[in-house]
């Protein structure tokens, strides 16, 4: 991917030193603001290329439409949900995430509510404190030869996998990305969840909270669940319906719940916080000293590598889809063909500061086409004109092979100044054009022609600079176009 300039970046929340060491040890300046209120962040947020928020900050559209400047928001964490990535989008942000910095550390407390639950160990804990010795009340159950339903198989599902595995539970699990063929690896059985709900003696969540996800277990899931089951959710509040949880609960057919997340954070209604078959804490699952350091040095290393134009990691803005599939040889590069065609077309007249992430919201007029082999083919219709190039990627580096029908002898490096021509080939075509470019204070420095020579063809020179009027080849050329790249 190309650089990106980030000069400045505000921190608005407590995040781990090493994140602000690693932005500044790159020539990036940093400003450090905590429990900014909305209106001060709205103030602020114009003078800044770079937000970097943990869950605290809600990055809302209202803030976006404040930041001329700003071209990043990395969120320190998994998950995105305090960010409008669709305002974001559409003003050519990129959002991006660490998602796999908190993976142990969520992993790792869901582990600790399922056996919580199962052996009741923080009433236990609560009951010696206020000095009683009641061993028959906090009577619990093995996890071994136990199901657990794993809802989500991303990493931290798979971390609590083969963490549960070692307790002798059995694993089945629901993921619709996740191909049964990977989860088998990890010892889970995949299946429905119309499956799953009725096998289970314990179910975790972890899964993302979008559309298809808010109230996934709900009155009708737990219905179809073993009576007594018990749930975790470490993942986001909402995924549970909390009221036909505290319904379950009250019913006997949920035996227990172990919550981390919560609708509305803190809960303002304590009726599940204060049940006593729900263990429950204040959104720890990113909250050890390890996870907030991987975080910390992921998201600013990822906002390094973006500015030096080396990895585009963790970006969750909506997908790109490819222009023109040309080739096995093309394929790890076809997602971003389309929107990199888009931004070179728009950005001469856009006033939306065109980019890979917003530009497809800002153009609905293209359509893809595949053919060739390793060969990017692009066609415009404009004017009703129609224009023709074909390129590909030799040695690292982009060439074009082919405009309007005039295939190069040799492809023509995408670098440099470039000047293309239309004109009729002859033997004093080129002197021609020298001598106009010399009068112009611009040299020759590479020439390219057509392997033959259809009418017109178009003919490409490496010039030392741009020419600072194109009128000047009018004597000499039907058309003419320059670029800098």
Request: charged fraction near 20%; charge should be neutral; include cysteine.
């Amino acid at each position: 991917m190309a650089p990106t300039s980030i000069k400045s970046v505000l921190i608005s929340e407590s995040v781990d030193p090493r994140c602000r060491a690693i932005l500044e040890e790159n020539g990036i300046l940093v400003t450090e603001k905590q429990n900014m209120k909305k209106e001060e962040l709205i103030a602020e947020i114009g003078l800044y290329d770079g937000l970097v928020v943990r869950s605290a900050t809600k990055v809302t559209a209202d803030i976006i439409s404040a930041a001329h400047n700003l071209k990043i928001i990395g969120r320190a964490g998994t998950g995105v949900d305090n960010v409008d990535v669709n305002a974001a989008t559409h003003k050519g942000i990129i959002v991006m995430n660490t998602p796999s910095g908190n993976t142990i550390s969520a992993a790792e407390l869901t582990c600790a509510l399922l056996m919580s639950l199962s052996r009741n160990v923080p009433q236990a804990v609560m009951s010696m404190k206020e000095g009683n010795w009641d061993r028959k009340k906090f009577m619990g159950s093995e996890l071994y030869g136990k199901v657990l339903g794993i809802v989500g198989l991303g990493r931290i599902g798979k971390e609590v996998a083969t963490r549960m595995q070692a307790f002798g539970m059995k694993t089945v699990g629901y993921d619709p990305i996740t191909p049964l063929e990977v989860s088998a690896t990890w010892g889970v059985e995949q299946m429905s969840l119309e499956q799953l709900w009725p096998l289970c003696d314990y179910i975790t969540v972890h899964t993302p909270l979008m559309p298809s996800t808010v109230g996934l277990l709900n009155d009708n899931t737990f219905a179809k669940c073993k009576k007594g089951v018990k749930v975790v959710n470490c993942a986001r509040g909402g995924i549970i319906d909390e009221a036909a949880l505290l319904r379950a609960l009250e019913s006997g057919q949920c035996g227990g719940a172990g919550l981390d997340v919560f609708n509305e954070e803190p809960p303002k209604n304590r009726s599940l916080v204060d049940h006593p078959n729900v263990i429950c804490c204040p959104h720890l699952g990113a909250s050890t000293k390890e996870a907030q350091a991987r975080c910390g040095e992921d998201i600013a290393q990822q906002i390094v590598d973006m500015v030096k134009g080396k990895n585009l990691v963790g970006a969750v803005s909506p997908p790109r889809y490819v222009l023109y599939n040309s080739g096995e040889c093309m394929k790890s590069c076809t997602g971003y063909m389309k929107s990199a065609v888009l931004v070179g077309l728009l950005s001469q007249d856009c006033e939306c500061r065109p980019n890979l992430i917003n530009v497809l919201s800002l153009s609905n007029q293209t359509h893809g086409a595949s053919e060739g082999n390793g060969v990017c083919k692009v066609e415009l219709v404009a004017g009703g004109c129609s224009y023709r190039v074909s390129g590909s990627v030799q040695g690292g580096a982009p060439v074009l092979l082919e405009l309007n029908g005039s295939v190069f002898r040799q492809p023509i490096a995408l670098c440099g100044n470039l000047l293309f021509f239309r004109a009729s080939g002859g033997p004093q075509l080129l002197s021609s054009m020298a001598g106009v470019l010399a009068a112009n204070g611009v040299e020759i420095q590479s020439f390219s022609a057509p392997t033959a020579h259809p009418e017109d063809p178009w003919h490409c020179v490496g010039v030392s600079s741009l020419l600072p009027d194109l009128s000047v080849l009018k004597p000499s050329v039907k058309d003419a176009a320059q670029l800098q790249i």
